[in-house]
């Protein structure tokens, strides 16, 4: 986001103009079905398709639908309402495949106070489970920061927040019940119930999607409480040494690090007493609805960077943005209005997430989220990584010295609000956190053209490398290029414990797909892609130039601070 279009964006006020929600991402006509994502495209950049899609609101629609799949032997695979993953999770393993889509199962459908447990169909957006539980004076601890997601969705892809407090920042920790539907052999479905006393109910908990269809999610709250929220900027000398306290001393912390400028800002974030005056709100700034006009000028903009290799030009737009949005509080307010000064006082129900630019309900593209598909906006990459806490100072020295050897190299993450360190705790899942660790996000520009490499695209692709490899990080399932994935089954002590459940809820395997199955290591192909181009969009480790784009300059070499990296680097 430029700082031209920040600019723009906080002119604007976000119920003022007409503004187009998210499309649906199954899309259907007389010749079948096809699904994407909220961003339009998966990593290999094929399209998915399939013979047919439903849309059950009912756990009896819902039980029939696999039913039916499971008597012509179908494969099924689930789609959420805005569908936000960025792997093929959601893809039903070819043209004859059957997609379920959660969007009518959106029900809150009890909330008991004096055990303080929702219960929600799996379609429930965050946003719908945060208001109905306030509605109580209750509380979800802990959420992800963006309100586009379904309960389902979550729990799919270990989606979280971020603490080492209590029970963690990942939203499965807080799951006390499940209801799945499973298909069966010979053509039938049925209801499966779990909960912790079950032996299944963790691998159930974060399942890719691959033991049942999530019909229906009991969740543990707590009362009500309020935070307090102020971030704080400074330089980054001292990152490695204080992030682990950092993560010890604030319950909602999370780090914002830009390599490019050298800063670092903390965002202190902790419980306070409800008797403290304030009524903040969380209403970040890039996911605001935005004018469509600016989004094109801002993404031409880049563009334009991109291909004259203008890594200065993003340095200084870099610079004059993360200023401004610091200015304005990244979009927190002290009330309904406007940010004047920290703290941000406030419930914890109007902090924990944003996404003013879902609340449309018009149908015109005059304003939109800014990564809508549609209109020419952001179009990124997404890598995402967990490094265990005794870890993280080492790889954030390494990221040092990678930055180190071309300062204004890592200045196009910036323009991505930088990188983005939240807190995950070991998890009780089989496929969740295997040790108090930080999550690193690292959002950057992608081409439209996959053939088109991206600048210093070298540095990203060693840094992914030495978090994936040397480090043993383990990616979020619901993000990530294909390389992430390459190996992944060996990070997961209890990967059997989860196979195991996976053929027992499964058994004909109708609900999984090629991808699914390269992930854990069952499938007849593996993780990458190999074909000319292939490394520049992660589908691949490049062993060979034509792995890069050498007609552009880029070329196969080795990494200069790990070695056993393998990435594309320009040169004359």
């Not at 819902?62 to 093929?88: C, D, F, Y």
């Not at 109905?132 to 209750?138: H, S, T, V």
Request: proline share 4%; charged share 25%; glycine share 8%.
């Amino acid at each position: 986001m430029h700082f031209f279009l920040l600019f723009l964006l906080l002119l604007i006020n976000s119920n003022s103009v007409s503004c187009s929600p998210p499309a649906p991402p199954v899309k259907c006509d007389t010749t079948g079905c096809t699904v994407t994502n909220a961003y339009g495209t998966f990593p290999d950049r094929s399209t998915c398709r399939a013979a047919s899609a439903v849309f059950p609101s009912s756990e009896e629609e819902l039980l029939e639908a696999v039913a039916a799949g499971s008597r012509k032997n179908q494969k099924m695979r689930v789609v959420t309402r805005w569908s936000h993953s960025i792997p093929k999770l959601v893809c039903p393993g070819g043209e004859k495949g059957l997609i379920i889509s959660t969007q009518e199962l959106k029900r809150v459908v009890s909330v008991d106070e004096e055990s303080m447990r929702m219960s929600v169909q799996s379609g429930a957006a965050l946003r719908d489970i945060i208001s109905a539980a306030a509605e109580y004076k209750l509380a979800l601890p802990q959420t992800p920061y963006w309100k586009g997601l379904t309960i389902g969705g979550i729990l799919c892809t270990g989606a979280h927040g971020s603490s080492v407090f209590g029970k963690g920042s990942a939203v499965h920790e807080y799951v006390v019940g499940m209801r799945l539907v499973v298909p069966e052999r010979g053509g039938n479905a049925s209801v499966v119930t779990l909960n912790s006393t079950h032996a299944d109910f963790d691998a159930a908990k974060l399942s890719l999607g691959l033991l049942g269809v999530i019909s229906q999610v009991t969740l543990q709250l707590e009362p009500m409480f309020k935070r307090s929220i102020t971030n704080v900027k400074m330089g980054e000398q001292e990152l490695e040494e204080r992030i682990v306290e950092f993560a010890r001393l604030h319950e909602f912390g999370d780090v914002t690090w830009y390599p490019g400028q050298r800063k670092v800002v903390y965002r202190i974030d902790d419980r306070v007493s409800v008797n403290q005056s304030g009524d903040g709100v969380n209403d970040f700034i890039g996911f605001r609805q935005t004018l469509t006009a600016a989004l094109g000028f801002a993404r031409s903009t880049e563009e334009m960077q991109e291909a004259t290799k203008a890594s200065r030009g993003k340095c200084t737009a870099a610079r004059m943005q993360v200023g401004a949005l610091q200015a304005f509080g990244t979009g927190f307010k002290n009330n309904d209005l406007m940010f004047s000064s920290y703290p941000i006082v406030g419930y914890h129900n109007k902090l924990q997430s944003a996404g003013s630019c879902l609340n449309s309900t018009e149908d015109a593209l005059l304003t939109a989220c800014p990564w809508d598909p549609r209109i020419k906006g952001e179009f990124f990459h997404q890598t995402a990584m967990a490094i265990s806490l005794n870890k993280i100072a080492d790889f954030i020295r390494d990221i040092k010295k990678v930055r180190d050897l071309n300062p204004s190299g890592l200045c196009g993450l910036e323009l991505y609000n930088g990188i983005l360190m939240r807190f995950v705790k070991a998890s009780t899942a089989y496929l969740g956190a295997q040790e108090d660790s930080v999550d690193l996000d690292f959002t950057y520009y992608r081409s439209k053209n996959p053939l088109v490499p991206r600048l210093n695209e070298d540095m990203l692709e060693e840094i992914e490398q030495i978090g994936l490899f040397k480090y043993g990080g383990t990616p979020h399932w619901g993000k990530n290029r294909n390389i992430a994935f390459q190996g992944v089954l060996n990070k997961y002590r209890k990967v059997e414990d989860f196979l195991k459940a996976k053929r027992k809820y499964d058994p004909e395997g109708l609900l999984s797909n090629e991808w699914t199955d390269a992930m854990l290591g069952i499938g007849k192909e593996g993780v990458m892609i190999v074909r000319d181009g292939c490394a520049l969009e992660g589908l691949c480790l490049c062993e060979e130039d034509s792995h890069c784009a050498p007609q552009k300059g880029y070329f196969c070499r080795a990494g200069r601070i790990y070695t056993e990296a393998r990435v594309c680097r320009y040169q004359e």
